[in-house]
């Protein structure tokens, strides 16, 4: 009885499931409303928060503004206790605010060379940025669970939509494709679950009859977010 004892004393305690969730303002809920944190945009309706609620555990430091490269504050919340990790990042890496800025003030060809310029971020530099982020997560939180969730396209390209060009539009949407198969691939190479969520978004975007997605907005931060209904979006994807 008294080995039994000792072989339980010795035994390290299980880890009780310890969620943290990481990223930009897609994960921090900016445009969703009822925000909990003004200065990152975090929101009690963002998937993060809702997916917390069946973790005993949860750290929410999603923050809006953030890049894979300024990422480093945010490691610091996990521990080898952590269970699950969510991330979605890369859309502030390749200039989000910028791009979006430009097509809407700026001309077709403006917003096109603006355009080119992330896509070509994304190809050339985005995934070791990428690939530097997923394994520092690892290596912080190395019994973790990592899920990786992308951006959907910002538009659902319908007849008389008069939120930027058709032809903006659609260069913003295969932005929007190029980015997702950068993530993808960077996190098929971190061993790390994907959650694509362009298919659920699909008929959802800017010009839809039912957009979880903000078009231009007032507080511009809320611009070309998803909203609530988004972002529950996001959940469900997250949890199928």
């Known amino acids: 009885m008294a080995g039994v004892l000792a072989v339980a004393l010795l035994a390290p305690a299980p880890f009780a499931p310890e969620y943290v969730a990481l990223g930009d303002s897609y994960a921090s809920g900016a445009g969703a409303g009822s925000y909990v944190d003004g200065a990152c945009r975090r929101s009690a309706n963002a998937y993060p928060a809702l997916r917390g609620e069946e973790f005993p555990s949860f750290k929410f430091v999603a923050c809006s503004g953030a890049t894979a490269k300024s990422l480093k504050s945010q490691l610091r919340a996990l521990t080898p206790a952590t269970t699950l990790v969510t991330i979605t990042i890369g859309g502030n890496d390749l200039g989000f605010v910028d791009v ?14 603006r355009v080119e310029k992330a896509r070509e971020f994304a190809r050339d530099e985005l ?73 659920a978004f699909a008929d959802h975007g800017v010009c839809s009859r039912e957009p979880w997605i903000n078009a231009l907005t007032n507080p511009t931060a809320d611009s070309y977010h998803p909203n609530k209904a988004g972002q529950t979006a996001y959940f469900e994807a997250l949890t199928s």
């Open 100 to 113: 979006l800025t430009t097509c809407t003030l700026g001309s077709d060809n403006a917003c096109a060379k």
């Open 127 to 199: 995934p070791a940025r990428l690939d530097a982020t997923y394994s520092a997560v690892r290596t912080a939180a190395p019994n973790a669970e990592l899920v990786v969730l992308g951006y959907p396209r910002l538009f659902t390209q319908v007849d008389g939509c008069r939120t930027l060009s058709t032809t903006k539009r659609q260069d913003l949407n295969d932005a929007a494709d190029e980015l997702s198969g950068v993530i993808a691939e960077a996190a098929a190479r971190a061993g790390a679950r994907y959650v694509d969520v362009r298919e």
